[in-house]
């Protein structure tokens, strides 16, 4: 990776490279300079406006405009004065001057402005170019009623300005027609084009989506016109690096200039091609029939003009040699075998048929002739430059085949966002979409990192690591949509009237509709692992209220038959559906400025990444990354970073229950793994993985469950990945007899989940390839980013690493700043003061305290605590009453061991947030977990406090001393203050004071 990578990548490493700029020139406006009755002609025989969108529904998108100028000064006027790229068309019949004058006007005082002449008899039409010595027309052409004439004169001028830099581009290729008769040439080139044009949409049916449809539409075969052999002979020399084939007349002027045929000019020309180029397909045409045997003679296919078949044969030649439709496999050139009309079909064949086949079609070219005609270059390219002669055998060369055409199917998907077609889907699309509505918040940021990876080329000691993004399948909120209309859904859904259940209940009866359950199974035949079904809201992630950890994610076995596979998907992708409108869900929303009705859902369907071990899924380990650390320390700085790590599923980390914090910057600095016994306090204690049977999931439901949840992950002791054998990265061993720890798993002892042989000693690029995904990342969002992901070290050695990237999102940062010196005030009118403390600003007008004293906590009721303070939020809310929460241990930890398992919907009235440390807990900040991204998005206080081991300090008695306190159950008290307390919390040094009364102490 380079310092300055190119954030958004090209087509290159997509696999289309510069396709984007294909046809840089395309005609805007056609204006038409003719008598009013033949405009009438034109535009009532022809409806010029059809016409010009002859192309079909892609080419619509460039149709351009007709204007009608009968005289020919006004015309030249307008032409002098317009500012898009015109196409003057004449017709003998116009006011002003004579049609050559006019056009010799137009190329001296406007320039290389295209200008054809559209007759209705070619002799009166060759007269009219004898007046002239130069012939001024770039074009000309008779009108006979057939109206994709039109429509062919305008692609042909476009082809003619576009081909040079379409084929050095990306290696489009082009087709020479040599023809001089105005008659078969009208009539012929929109028969040539038509089959052109069917090539194209037969391509467009392997497009990964609309822009890659319209891309491939663009690299079509280019048509080149020349009407002598002299400009025959310049364009094929200009272009033989890049021509398809060459179809020529027999009887064609010599020079340009000349209007009278020379009956062996068109087969002098076809002789110098066959000479220098004598693999390129040739085809000759004439009127006259001897001619037959002077191409046979040249082994040239021949094409009599007057035969009622000519657009069959014509057909048949493009088909046959230009490699235009299906790829025919034939057994030793002799009996045509299977048929390919997709690269995807072209892979499963060439692992099928005989090798004899194989070499017959190699030795021959015809992959790369239709590879090319598919618009797949660059494949083209390599599989000529690898003739069939330098393999062994046809089974080397059929190995060489499928892992070219499997590494370019991959390398074409990469980056994009595929839509869904049961057919073609399989494990080497990365990225696909189900509906054409919105992808959600989520899936929008996975798919943003998923453009961003073919510019990811890590170097050094990153070279043998892989960052991917799991194969994806997106239900766009369309499906959403859909399935609310169809199941009746929209009053259950924002009904207040119903329990969170019953409208859960009601979602889970819906049912989908039948090509969305279609769509299911063909996903399921290439997903046969177990998934991770995940919410992707139109408002999740967003910068400012990122609504992190409200909706559900939930995983499925993906096991038993297929009908209960189907079932197990349907079922999840409800639950996540519904949701959408949990209590905790509409309570969040009520706290920002969105409407209900506002959101919608996508889902994200993906493998769960990791690997199986004896009867459970899980990585090796998963991350939480963010490129501003709300706190440093030990040397770093905010914009240095932080990374939390934990063994197994990211739960663990998400759900706040601790885990590995370290700067990439300097990951050797472990504050709370810097003593032995700081260790055996922090080190982690369990895991998350999801069991693949009922029996074992029982044994290892999380503390608290009452019946196995087959929609989420179960707890582990160490031990079990200890058994796994997947600590060797990660492990220390803690010997008691000596009070010892040592790095690594040899010795016998206690597993303490350190990361130290990957921190410490590197048997992992963690830090540096952290390092490098925040930058990206950051410098692509443009804000800080949080960054979800997990890595795989269980593979073949042999193979490269890999870290899957699981989710990025923007970090919402406060943009006001207040500077604070501590030192300024009095310590006795001070309730809290931390350096280690979260926001920025002034708050004020706090007159309620909810408390929970350390001394009274009892850990192993911890979710009752949460309950009542969940109670109290509610009635503070109502009557409007911001308040500050105080409280020992983590808050929102999902471990009771830990601190209050409280959830954001719990608490979300409180303005400010404490949590202390106590005699026997160091209390350490949630960072990583969706609890304390939601503390940030909305510019929460939040102040951590350790007072018995002098980090901040917490008045306690004070507040125990409150004459206005209500004492409720498990600990919970309510204080009202007569007085008001005063925050001040300073984002840049990441301290803050809470003040017993509100004061104006000098602050900068």
């Not at 290439?526 to 950890?549: C, I, K, N, W, Y």
């Not at 240095?640 to 980390?653: E, P, Y």
């Not at 929460?885 to 404490?914: F, M, T, Y």
Request: aromatic share 8%.
């Amino acid at each position: 990776m380079t310092e300055s990578p190119h954030l958004l990548p090209s087509d290159s490493e997509s696999g289309r490279r510069g396709f984007e700029t294909l046809m840089p020139y395309r005609v805007e406006e056609v204006v038409l300079v003719s008598s009013l009755y033949d405009s009438f002609i034109l535009q009532e025989d022809g409806q010029v406006a059809e016409l010009l969108l002859e192309g079909g529904e892609l080419a619509m998108r460039d149709a351009p405009q007709m204007v009608h100028i009968p005289d020919a000064e006004d015309a030249l006027q307008h032409i002098a004065k317009s500012r898009r790229n015109i196409l003057v068309m004449v017709t003998p019949q116009m006011g002003g001057l004579d049609p050559v004058d006019f056009a010799e006007q137009v190329k001296q005082h406007v320039g290389a402005v295209p200008v054809v002449l559209l007759g209705y008899d070619a002799s009166a039409t060759r007269s009219l170019l004898e007046r002239s010595n130069a012939n001024p027309f770039d074009g000309v052409f008779l009108w006979s009623g057939d109206t994709r004439i039109l429509n062919a004169i305008v692609t042909l001028i476009e082809d003619r300005a576009n081909c040079l830099h379409d084929c050095v581009q990306v290696g489009v290729r082009c087709i020479l027609l040599v023809e001089d008769s105005l008659n078969f040439l009208s009539s012929y080139l929109p028969l040539l084009y038509s089959e052109i044009l069917r090539q194209s949409r037969s391509v467009l049916s392997e497009g990964l989506n609309l822009p890659d449809k319209l891309q491939r539409l663009r690299a079509r075969p280019k048509l080149l016109l020349a009407r002598d052999y002299r400009s025959a002979r310049d364009l094929f020399d200009e272009y033989r690096e890049h021509m398809l084939g060459v179809i020529s007349d027999v009887g064609i002027p010599r020079n340009r200039n000349s209007q009278k045929p020379d009956a062996t000019a068109g087969a002098d020309f076809l002789k110098h091609v066959r000479k220098v180029a004598p693999e390129l397909p040739l085809m000759m045409q004439s009127a006259r029939e001897e001619n037959g045997a002077l191409a046979e003679a040249m082994d040239i296919t021949f094409v009599q003009k007057g035969s009622s078949l000519l657009h069959q044969e014509m057909r048949d030649f493009l088909l046959e040699n230009f490699g235009f439709g299906t790829f025919r496999f034939d057994r030793n050139g002799e009996q045509p075998g299977a048929e390919a009309h997709s690269l995807q079909e072209l892979e499963t064949l060439v692992a099928k048929v005989p090798s004899a086949s194989l070499l017959y079609h190699a030795q021959r070219g015809h992959f790369s002739i239709w590879l090319r005609a598919r618009t797949h270059f660059r494949l083209a390219d390599s599989l000529e430059e690898k003739p069939a002669d330098s393999f062994e055998d046809g089974e080397a060369l059929r190995a060489y085949l499928l892992n070219a055409l499997r590494r370019a199917r991959f390398r074409v998907q990469r980056g994009a966002i595929v839509d869904f077609h049961r057919a073609t889907y399989d494990e080497t699309i990365q990225f696909a979409r189900i509906g054409r509505g919105s992808l959600g918040g989520k899936a929008r940021g996975l798919a943003f990192v998923n453009r961003l990876l073919p510019s990811f080329a890590p170097e050094g000691e990153l070279s043998n690591v892989r960052v991917v993004v799991p194969p994806t399948v997106v239900l766009t909120t369309a499906v959403f949509d859909h399935f609310i209309r169809r199941n009746r859904l929209q009053h259950v859904a924002l009904g207040m009237d119903l329990t969170e259940s019953e409208r859960r209940e009601r979602f889970m009866n819906g049912r989908f509709p039948t090509k969305v359950t279609s769509d299911f199974r063909s996903l399921l035949r290439a997903m046969t692992g177990p998934l991770a079904v995940r919410s992707s809201s139109l408002l999740e992630d967003s910068h400012h209220q990122p609504f992190a950890g409200i909706y559900e994610t939930v995983m499925i076995r993906n096991v038993g038959s297929e009908r209960e596979r189907l079932a197990q998907l349907c079922d999840a992708v409800k639950q996540v559906f519904a949701s959408t409108y949990t209590d905790r869900a509409h309570a969040y929303r009520n706290a920002t400025a969105y409407r209900h009705e506002e959101e919608k859902m996508a889902v994200m369907i993906q493998p769960v990444y990791g690997r199986e071990h004896h009867g459970k899924v899980y990585p090796t380990f998963s991350g939480v990354a963010r490129s501003h650390n709300y706190y440093p320390y030990g040397g770093c700085g905010p914009e240095d970073g932080v990374c939390m790590v934990a063994l197994g599923l990211g739960r663990f980390l998400v759900a706040g229950e601790g885990g590995v914090r370290f700067c990439p910057h300097r990951p050797q600095s472990l504050p709370e793994f810097s003593a032995v016994d700081d260790i055996l306090e922090n080190a982690q204690r369990h895991f998350y993985a999801l069991p693949l049977q009922d029996s074992d999931a029982e044994q290892h439901m999380t503390e608290g469950a009452t019946c196995v949840d087959p929609f989420h992950p179960c707890q582990y002791p160490i031990a079990e990945a200890d058994h796994d054998q997947v600590l060797h990265h990660l492990a220390s061993t803690y010997q008691s007899e000596d009070h010892r720890i040592t790095d690594g798993v040899s010795r016998s002892g206690q597993r303490l989940v350190t990361f130290a042989n990957i921190l410490k000693h590197g048997s992992f690029p963690l830090a540096p390839l952290v390092q490098q995904i925040l930058r990206i990342g950051q410098e692509a969002m443009g804000c800080p980013v949080e960054v979800e992901f997990a890595v795989d070290l269980e593979g073949d050695p042999e193979e490269p690493q890999q870290l899957g990237l699981l989710q990025i999102r923007p970090m919402a940062l406060s943009e006001a700043e207040i500077h604070l010196d501590i030192d300024d005030f009095d310590a006795d009118l001070a309730l809290c003061q931390s350096d280690r403390a979260l926001g920025n600003g002034r708050m004020s007008g706090i007159q309620d305290i909810l408390f929970i004293d350390p001394a009274d906590f009892d850990r192993s009721s911890s979710g009752a605590t949460a309950n009542q303070i969940a109670q109290l939020n509610a009635q503070l809310k109502k009557e409007g009453r911001p308040y500050l929460l105080v409280g020992p241990g983590r808050w929102g930890s999902q471990d009771p061991w830990l601190g209050i398992g409280v959830e954001w919907n719990d608490i979300c009235h409180a303005k400010v947030l404490v949590e202390t440390g106590f005699e026997g807990m160091r209390v350490t900040p949630s960072e990583g977990s969706h609890f304390f991204h939601n503390i940030t998005s909305f510019r929460i206080g939040y102040f951590t406090v350790n007072p018995h081991t002098g980090e901040g300090s917490l008045d306690l008695e004070w507040l125990r001393e409150q004459p206005e306190r209500e004492l409720f159950s498990h600990g919970v008290q309510h204080i009202r203050l007569e007085q008001p307390l005063e925050v001040l919390l300073d984002g840049r040094a990441a301290r803050g004071v809470i003040l017993k009364r509100e004061s104006s102490p000098n602050r900068s």
